[in-house]
């Protein structure tokens, strides 16, 4: 009867550790008893990506913490928006936030870029590696020039932006760089192939480089999202070259906010994680499967990713 009772127990505490965890245990440890955002008031973060989706929200959860920032994109006009908000949330002025526009693909715009935002903070303290684009398409059905794309603005552009600033990182002497990887970048994911190549390459780079820099005193973060509620699906690269995938999110979709990301996302960054699950389940179940027991787990994702592929196949935009 007590053992019953023991198992329902544990069976009732793993339905809801299912239901409503949404990060890894060590982030969530950090949570709650590890440091707060706010202690991370004064620093400057420079974040790529932060005209829409998870870097928006990024630029309002340091804002909100009391970072000073730089905000780079493409779209200068959505930049000043995101300023004007960041200003309104905190205590902020508007000399604490400068709007540096960044086209990633301009690679050779990277080293004065790096240099305008030093000669304006004197220092950058976090680097966030957030732009990128999803890609939706089945590898058979890619065109290679697809593949060139993603590699250069999802692998190349963030080693690019990162290689600017780390000369003047390791001048000041300490320093700390995020990525927003993805639980692509943990498992491969049918129908993403050349996306989770591109964020796999990633882990790989900045892993190395956390170990290289260590005795500089420079941080890595990789922070893996799961699904989250952004534009990512609007600009997603398809199968063919300048095509985009054009598909909005609905509300309905199983996904994380892009601020609840944000907020977990500088919570690891406060806490220098070395990497961050960012996720509801499944997906967070299956990167325990994939880092504890990739056999198991590479067996189990040949025969459920075919439904995922075929969903690809068919058109249909909101995987899982
Ligand atoms: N949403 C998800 O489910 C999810 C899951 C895991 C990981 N991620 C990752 O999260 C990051 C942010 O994506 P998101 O979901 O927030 O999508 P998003 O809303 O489309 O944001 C993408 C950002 O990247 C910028 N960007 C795109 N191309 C650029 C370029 N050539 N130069 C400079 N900036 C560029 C965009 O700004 P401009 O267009 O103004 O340049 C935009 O601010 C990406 O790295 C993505 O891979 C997303």
């Known amino acids: 009867m007590l053992m019953l009772l023991g198992v329902g127990i544990i069976v009732v505490l793993g339905i809801i550790i299912f239901k409503y965890l949404d990060c890894d245990l060590t982030l969530l440890w ?3 008893y590890g440091k ?8 400057v973060v420079w974040i790529t990506g932060c005209s829409s989706g998870i870097g928006e929200g990024l630029a309002y959860e340091f804002a ?4 000073r920032l730089v905000l780079s994109a493409r779209r200068e006009n959505l930049l000043k928006e995101v300023k004007q908000k960041c200003i309104e949330i905190s205590t902020l002025t508007a000399d604490d936030i400068l709007v540096q526009p960044l086209d990633l693909l301009d690679f050779s715009s990277h080293p004065s870029v790096a240099e305008t935002v030093i000669k304006y903070f004197k220092k950058v303290d976090i680097l966030v590696n957030n732009a990128g684009r999803s890609q939706r398409g089945l590898i058979v059905e890619t065109a290679l020039e697809v593949d ?19 000369p ?19 498992l491969g994911a049918p129908g993403s192939g050349t996306y989770s190549a591109a964020k796999h390459g990633i882990q ?12 500089d005193n420079i941080g890595v973060t990789m922070a893996c999202p799961g699904p989250v509620f952004s534009d990512a699906l609007v600009h997603a690269f398809t199968s ?10 609905q509300k309905s979709w199983n996904r994380m906010t892009a601020r609840r990301c944000a907020y977990l996302m500088v919570v690891a960054a406060a806490n ?25 787990a590479k067996k189990i994702a040949v025969k459920l990713g075919q439904g995922r592929a075929n969903k690809v196949k068919a058109g249909i935009a909101n995987l899982h």
């Open 30 to 32: 950090n949570l709650k």
């Open 36 to 43: 707060q955002p706010n202690c991370l008031a004064g620093k």
């Open 64 to 67: 909100s913490a009391g970072c």
């Open 148 to 166: 060139r794309q993603v590699f250069e603005l999802d692998l190349l552009a963030p080693i690019s932006v990162t290689k600017a600033i780390l």
């Open 168 to 186: 003047y990182m390791i001048k000041q002497r300490q320093g700390h760089i995020m990525c927003t990887s993805s639980v692509a970048g943990k």
């Open 204 to 215: 790989g780079f900045f892993d190395t480089l956390r170990i290289e820099c260590a005795p």
């Open 240 to 249: 063919e070259p300048d095509k985009k995938l054009n598909v909005e999110m």
């Open 272 to 296: 220098k994680l070395h990497e961050a699950w960012l996720t509801p389940n499944p997906e967070l179940f299956y990167c325990y499967l994939f880092q504890y027991t990739p056999y198991i």
